[in-house]
C-alpha cells in the first residue's frame, strides 16, 4: 500500500513563508513525476509546481520565482519551498506522484492535503 503524506501547512502572515513536505512509503519500485497542486475554496485543483525524476521543473506562472520545488529521491520525499506568500496562495496543497509498485503498473498518488493559510 502506497501513502503520500503531507506537512508543513499552517497560517503565515502575507510576506512571510512556509516549506511543506511529502513523504511516499509503501513497496515502492520506482516515482517518476512528482508535483503539488492546490485547490482553494469554490475553485478547481491546480498545479502549483512539478520535478521530473531527473530534477526538471514547471511552476504554475502565478508562484514563478517564489516558490521552489525540489525532492530527495532516496527518501521518496518532495518538498515545497514557498516564500513572499500571498493571500491568493490560501488554499489545500496536495502532494501528487507517480508511482511503480511490484506488480502493477505506473499510477497517480494524491496525499490527504495540508492547509495553508496566508492573513493579509
Known amino acids: 500500500q502506497v501513502r503520500l503524506v503531507e506537512s508543513g501547512g499552517g497560517l503565515v502572515q502575507a510576506g512571510g513563508s512556509l516549506r511543506l513536505s511529502c513523504a511516499a512509503s509503501?513497496?515502492?519500485?520506482?516515482?517518476?513525476?512528482m508535483a503539488w497542486y492546490r485547490q482553494a475554496p469554490g475553485k478547481q485543483r491546480e498545479l502549483v509546481a512539478a520535478i521530473t525524476s531527473g530534477g526538471s521543473t514547471n511552476y504554475l506562472d502565478f508562484v514563478k520565482g517564489r516558490f521552489t520545488i525540489s525532492r530527495d529521491n532516496g527518501k521518496n520525499m518532495v518538498y515545497l519551498q514557498m516564500s513572499s506568500l500571498k493571500p491568493e496562495d490560501t488554499a489545500v496543497y496536495y502532494c501528487n506522484a507517480r508511482i511503480l509498485t511490484f506488480g502493477s503498473q505506473w499510477k497517480d498518488y494524491w496525499g490527504q492535503g495540508t492547509q495553508v493559510t496566508v492573513s493579509s
Open positions: 509503501g513497496i515502492i519500485l520506482s516515482i517518476n513525476t
